[in-house]
């Protein structure tokens, strides 16, 4: 899984992909610097490899326009967005077209829920959440958040304690957990939307490639 973005990665990265829509060629280093102010190449050229570090584009940085875009279909007004499920080691099960007014920016993914935690926030087991990566730095209070440690993933209500993250329990008998310092990487992303279905998906095969329409 691609990791989260900073506000202005995550600017530059939609930046991207609105370019490439309209003109069907990547935007050139100085075209971006002059669209966020930067005056500096090597600035746009970090940006870029920042990008590129943390899974969301190649680039060939011998070429000004060597940028490509990774699962990003910039066909109409609609975006394939990723399936995930947490019980299958976090593998990508499968693509929903969405609305890209649902889908938000760039990278958001589905994610399957498991368990009914979140059954006070309107969330259920089998519903899947619409996750947008973000840095733990755009958090803001009550935002639910997808934490993941080295076993697993999960998604909690966050609140701000200082500039530290508090993760609300899920239980009675569980107790807050605070976020600090290094800790604050483990938020990967805010949760954005939910798509449910009230019906079981059809067993046929027929789920790939759903359009959620609006």
């Known amino acids: 899984m691609p990791k989260p973005l900073t506000e202005l990665e995550r600017r ?6 609105e370019y490439l829509r309209r003109n ?9 610097g002059r669209e966020f102010s930067i005056k500096s190449t090597k600035t746009v050229s970090e940006l870029l490899q920042s990008l590129a570090d943390k899974g969301w584009i190649e ?7 060597g940028v490509r875009l990774h699962g990003v279909d910039v066909s109409g007004d609609s975006v394939s967005v ?6 299958n080691n976090g593998a990508e099960a499968e693509s929903f077209v969405l ?3 649902i889908a938000g920016g760039a990278g958001a993914f589905l994610l399957v829920m498991h368990g009914n935690h979140l059954h006070e926030q309107g969330i259920w087991e089998g519903d899947l ?3 947008e990566p973000v840095s733990s730095g755009a958090i803001h209070e009550g935002d639910l958040v997808l934490v993941r ?3 697993s993933a999960e998604v909690r209500r966050c609140s701000r304690v200082g500039a530290e993250l508090q993760l609300e329990p899920t239980t009675p008998d569980e107790k807050a957990m605070t976020l600090a310092g ?5 938020v990967q992303g805010r949760v954005s939307g939910v798509v449910r279905r009230l019906r079981p998906f059809p067993t046929d095969g027929a789920t790939d490639n759903l359009t959620i329409p609006t």
């Open 149 to 151: 440690d080295s076993h």
């Open 129 to 131: 959440v619409l996750v």
């Open 59 to 65: 680039r060939d940085p011998s070429r000004s326009r």
């Open 82 to 87: 990723p399936l995930l499920d947490e019980d």
């Open 99 to 101: 609305d890209r007014r």
């Open 24 to 32: 069907t060629y990547q935007p050139s280093i100085r075209e971006i």
């Open 12 to 17: 530059v990265l939609d930046y991207l992909i």
């Open 182 to 186: 290094r800790q604050t990487a483990a």
